[in-house]
């Protein structure tokens, strides 16, 4: 069956974004950033850019000019400290989401949303609720040290998340979808494949179940020297613990933030030869039901 992420990205070209929507988004979301970082300089709050977002900072100094979203991580500690302040400092201005925290919140990761702004993913088109523009806050967690538990640790996060997922496609689903399955066979098997496991998983535990066990996993509260961002495809950021505490500055749209010392290990682990700009068929095309700022 086809992945997601390839779905979104090659069944849906009457949704790609224009450049000059890019663009505009991108400025929205830098704004957003910015007050993070006014957050987290006020309140002393640790924090890093993260994956395209770092990547974007070391190989262009801003976005990476494809890009249309940005993501920063910090420790769980730290990450409580932000989702409090940006509740109290920006109350009309940010809607802060973290997991659990509503029926229809059916994502793994925080998000900082902008209000006044209208931004609706595909495959979340069913969703009335948290749709505007956003960053993600992706938080580290202590990860078990040897690596055979850990993969063990991880497959079984990956089957909890999975699970959930296909609980969304079942509860909320995506009008956009349905009506592309009527007219293109590769998205029909693909939603009628989740449709039956989201309709086994949503009768044996429930999405709520799913998100809540992702949780529990993710939160080990005992040091163990390493550390990473809970993930649901192959790619784990897992280091020992130094490479989430030990920063350097960079420079993203004339600005500086703070990102891993070891910033060319990390980059390196994730991407392979990052410098190396991609050739654009095979630079990931994105898409928006709703994109208005």
């Keep these: 069956m086809i992945s997601s992420k390839k779905l979104y990205s090659t069944a849906f070209p009457e949704y790609f974004l224009n450049d000059d929507t890019l663009k505009r988004m991108q400025n929205e979301l830098f704004k957003i950033l910015l007050d993070v970082k006014y957050i987290c300089e006020k309140y002393d709050i640790k924090y890093m850019l993260n994956g395209g977002t770092m990547l974007g900072a070391v190989r262009h100094k ?22 409090q302040r940006f509740r109290e400092e920006f109350p009309d201005k940010y809607l802060v989401a973290e997991p659990l925290c509503d029926e229809k919140y059916v994502v793994k990761s925080i998000k900082i949303f902008k209000k006044g702004t209208k931004y609706i993913e595909i495959p979340y088109a069913g969703i009335d609720a948290f749709d505007m523009l956003f960053i993600d806050v992706f938080v580290i967690e202590n990860v078990p040290a040897n690596r055979f538990i850990r993969n063990i640790h991880w497959k079984i996060y990956n089957f909890f998340y999975k699970a959930a997922s296909v609980c969304v496609d079942y509860k909320y689903p995506s ?24 309709n086994f998983f949503s009768h044996v535990g429930g999405m709520k179940f799913y998100l809540k066990q ?4 993710a939160n080990i509260k005992r040091h163990t020297g390493w550390s990473g961002i809970p993930s649901d495809n192959d790619i784990n ?12 500055m960079a420079e993203f749209c004339g600005v500086d933030f703070p990102i891993p010392a070891a910033y060319d290990e990390f980059l ?8 190396k700009i991609p050739a654009p068929e095979d630079r990931e095309r994105h898409v928006a039901y709703v994109a208005e700022f």
């Design 268 to 275: 390196t682990a994730v991407f392979g030869d990052y410098m």
């Design 214 to 217: 992702c949780e529990k996993i």
């Design 175 to 198: 009008p956009i979808i349905e009506q592309k399955a009527k007219e293109n066979e590769e998205v029909a098997k693909y939603v009628k494949t989740r449709r039956r496991l989201g």
């Design 62 to 83: 801003g976005f990476i000019p494809w890009d249309d979203d940005l993501d920063i991580m910090m420790k769980r500690e730290e990450a409580a400290k932000l989702t």
């Design 237 to 248: 950021e897992i280091f020992p613990e130094n490479m989430y505490s030990d920063t350097v």
